[in-house]
């Protein structure tokens, strides 16, 4: 059974540089046709697309955080990482990550269950 | 703002239908056959019940559908049961690897 949790700090300085992880188990990141990607939802809110990659390294990003996003993937620790820059509090969010089915966009089957991330200083 | 525009709540008493809608534009949902559909629990994360319009993925119940006219999306729960009740968002390719959520719509069964 796929698994997909996602690590890292739960509070980042203002201006600071926001980093997590997601560890899959249960598939290769490598082995496997599928993108991987990360969503997020601010509290009390809706969901909001970040972007994903691909095990090669091919990266897609909402043209909205592009500037400050980047996502990369490390195939022999069987993870992907999420780092976003110069943060403000309208960045606190849950953020998940996903398991994109590949040539079917937005379509994401398997979903971690979410890590906390506050901006405050 | 979402760029798809979904009704803040929706609601429907137990064993009826209810369909919610999920508007976007030529560039997204009017452009491409691919719109999927995701019901969270509170406190929980998202879960696929539609994708490619129309399709469900193997575990979802038959209740569930969608469909598509123009620039505006559908999903129809079919035999209201409380379980269903949650909050309800739709996703559209916009084109060139660009996603798009709507705001979100909160079911109620009555």
């Known amino acids: 059974q796929l698994q997909l949790q996602e690590s890292g700090p739960g509070l980042v300085r203002p201006s600071e540089t926001l980093s997590l992880t997601c560890s899959v188990s249960g598939d290769s990141i490598s082995s496997s046709s599928y993108f991987w990607g990360w969503i997020r939802q601010p509290p009390g809110k809706g969901l909001d697309w970040i972007g994903s990659?691909?095990?090669?390294?091919?990266?897609y990003y909402n043209p909205s955080l592009k500037s400050r996003v980047t996502i990369s993937v490390d195939t022999s620790k069987n993870h992907f990482s999420l780092k976003l820059s110069s943060v403000t509090a309208a960045d606190t969010a849950v953020y998940y990550c996903?398991?994109?089915?590949?040539?079917?966009?937005?379509?994401?089957?398997?979903w971690g269950q979410g890590t906390l991330v506050t901006v405050s200083s | 703002q979402s760029a798809l525009t979904q009704p803040p709540s929706a609601s429907g008493s137990s064993g009826q239908s209810v369909t919610i809608s999920c508007t976007g534009t030529?560039?997204?949902?009017?452009?491409?056959?691919?719109v999927s559909w995701y019901q969270q629990h509170p406190g929980k994360a998202p879960k696929l019940i539609i994708y490619?319009?129309?399709k469900r993925p193997s575990g979802v119940p038959d209740r569930f559908s969608g469909s598509k006219s123009d620039t505006t999306a559908s999903l129809t729960v079919s035999g209201l049961q409380a379980e269903d009740e949650a909050d309800y968002y739709c996703t559209s390719y916009a084109g060139s690897n660009n996603l798009v959520f709507g705001g979100g719509t909160k079911l109620t069964v009555l």
């Open positions: 990659i691909y095990y090669s390294g091919s990266t």
């Open positions: 490619e319009v129309s």
């Open positions: 030529s560039s997204d949902i009017g452009g491409y056959t691919y």
């Open positions: 996903a398991r994109h089915r590949p040539n079917s966009y937005g379509t994401f089957d398997y």
